[in-house]
T-cell receptor, first 112, second 117 residues
Framework: AQSVTQPDIHITVSEGASLELRCNYSYGATPYLFWYVQSPGQGLQLLLK??????LVQGIKGFEAEFKRSQSSFNLRKPSVHWSDAAEYFCAALNRDDKIIFGKGTRLHILP | DAGVIQSPRHEVTEMGQEVTLRCKPISGHDYLFWYRQTMMRGLELLIYFNNNVPIDDSGMPEDRFSAKMPNASFSTLKIQPSEPRDSAVYFC???????????????FGPGTRLTVT
């Protein structure tokens, strides 16, 4: 079955440190891939998306993600995190039925 | 634009009562989605509409759940009768068209936190 896997349930980093959140997908063809962020008590907000072309995509709030077909991965990165980045992050992919499938999410904690 | 609007933001009800959740999508968007989020199951797609027509309701958990979209600017998700295991946050999202066709970017509302006691 098509799936999106986020192996890390929680990640803790210090403010100012770099960040990488992992995401793996299981699809045959090149999928449409997304990263969303959810702050406490709010809905999900799209950070960035990949449909085709350049495998390194830039998003809002200083985030970027790299699509690696050989590893079936779409990891999210940020060179220096801010306390306001503490939130839950969801990787998602469009499946063959034209529905977006979300991963279980990774909760990011920031140490001062 | 005001974004996707959901009401109420919080709902507390007793088991067996009917619950109606409301959603106003972003003007001009022709896709509308209802999701449920719980700690155990994560974010689940319940149903989605295109041009007010239900396209896929395979995620609706039981016959107690129903959804309607009488026009392009309003949708409801109803649970009748409600049960404690329905307690969750329910999100509505909408998406529209990009320059070359369907845009798959979904815009989420703030959610309705439902508690059934």
């Amino acid at each position: 079955a098509q799936s999106v896997t986020q192996p890390d349930i929680h990640i803790t980093v210090s403010e100012g440190a770099s960040l990488e959140l992992r995401c793996n997908y299981s699809y045959g063809a090149t999928p449409y891939l997304f990263w969303y962020v959810q702050s406490p008590g709010q809905g999900l907000q799209l950070l960035l998306k990949y449909f085709s072309g350049d495998t390194l995509v830039q998003g809002i709030k200083g985030f970027e993600a790299e699509f690696k077909r050989s590893q079936s991965s779409f990891n999210l990165r940020k060179p220096s995190v801010h306390w306001s980045d503490a939130a839950e992050y969801f990787c998602a992919a469009l499946n063959r039925d034209d529905k977006i499938i979300f991963g279980k999410g990774t909760r990011l904690h920031i140490l001062p | 634009d005001a974004g996707v609007i959901q009401s109420p933001r919080h709902e507390v009800t007793e088991m067996g009562q009917e619950v109606t959740l409301r959603c106003k999508p972003i003007s001009g968007h022709d896709y509308l989605f209802w999701y449920r989020q719980t700690m155990m199951r994560g974010l689940e797609l319940l149903i989605y509409f295109n041009n007010n027509v239900p396209i896929d309701d395979s995620g609706m958990p039981e016959d107690r759940f129903s959804a309607k979209m009488p026009n392009a600017s309003f949708s409801t998700l109803k649970i009748q009768p409600s049960e404690p295991r329905d307690s969750a946050v329910y999100f509505c999202a909408s998406s529209g068209r990009g320059r070359i066709g369907r845009s798959y970017e979904q815009y989420f509302g703030p959610g309705t936190r439902l508690t059934v006691t």
